[in-house]
């Protein structure tokens, strides 16, 4: 299995802040890779997949990158609205699994 | 627009079973992969399984967790996605969600629907 790790799991920060979230994969992952904002009470959203892919609808601040075991989300200027938790996700081999998640807090 | 919405979530006793649906409305299940997954109380995100499109063999992976336990089918007449859960345990206190999958990872998801297991 590909095990995933999310670093940090809680993150304080402020409006307009640069933050970046990091996922660690225990196997090199080719392509299939995705990430998602999840707030309580609602379905997870989509926002990245292919590794830098931005889905349709996600604001251009949000990116994406890395290769192999190491990955990447930044978000440019935290906005209220990206107050949540952030999963990573492989998708190339079985189990598809996530990341423990890590919490965006208002600092 | 994509829509789906999952049925049948509720209060099981332990051993005991449970069928969600996810009925989808501007798709057709048939002809896409779907996944359930889902989240237990203050834990992160699961992938339980996946179904693939009907051209594709319409297969089904399961996570060790559930494999045997749980099983994925689809009704095209009804356009509905299901998630059979039998043998249920304590740990299967969860919100479970299905999604649409596929090279654009899970780029549709439903409100979920919530399952506990307790005697």
């Known amino acids: 299995d590909i095990q995933m790790t999310q670093s940090p799991s809680t993150l304080s920060a402020s409006v307009g802040d640069r933050v970046t979230i990091t996922c660690r994969a225990s196997?090199?992952?080719?392509?299939?890779f995705a990430w998602y904002q999840h707030k309580p009470g609602k379905a997870p959203k989509p926002l990245i997949y292919?590794?830098?892919s931005l889905q349709s609808g996600v604001p251009s601040r949000f990116s994406a990158s890395g290769s192999g075991t190491e990955f990447s989300l930044t978000i440019s200027s935290l906005q209220p609205d990206d107050f949540a938790t952030y999963y990573c996700?492989?998708?190339?081999?079985?189990?598809?699994?996530f990341g423990g998640g890590t919490k965006v807090e208002i600092k | 627009e994509v829509q789906l919405v999952e049925s049948g979530g509720g209060l099981v006793k332990p051993g005991g079973s449970l069928r969600l649906s996810c009925a989808a409305s501007?798709?057709?299940?048939?002809?896409?992969?779907m996944s359930w997954v889902r989240q237990a109380p203050g834990k992160g995100l699961e992938w339980l399984g996946r179904?693939?499109?009907?051209?594709?063999?319409?297969?089904?992976e399961y996570a060790a967790p559930v494999k045997g336990r749980f099983t994925i089918s689809r009704d095209d007449s009804q356009n509905t996605l299901y998630l059979q859960m039998d043998s249920l345990k304590s740990e299967d206190t969860a919100l479970y969600y299905c999604?649409?999958?596929?090279?654009?990872?899970?780029?549709?998801w439903g409100q979920g629907a919530m399952v506990t297991v307790s005697s």
């Open positions: 999604a649409t999958d596929g090279t654009s990872a899970f780029n549709m």
């Open positions: 501007g798709i057709t299940v048939t002809n896409a992969w």
């Open positions: 179904i693939k499109s009907k051209s594709e063999g319409g297969t089904t």
């Open positions: 196997q090199s992952i080719t392509t299939w």
């Open positions: 292919k590794v830098s």
């Open positions: 996700q492989q998708y190339q081999s079985y189990p598809l699994t």
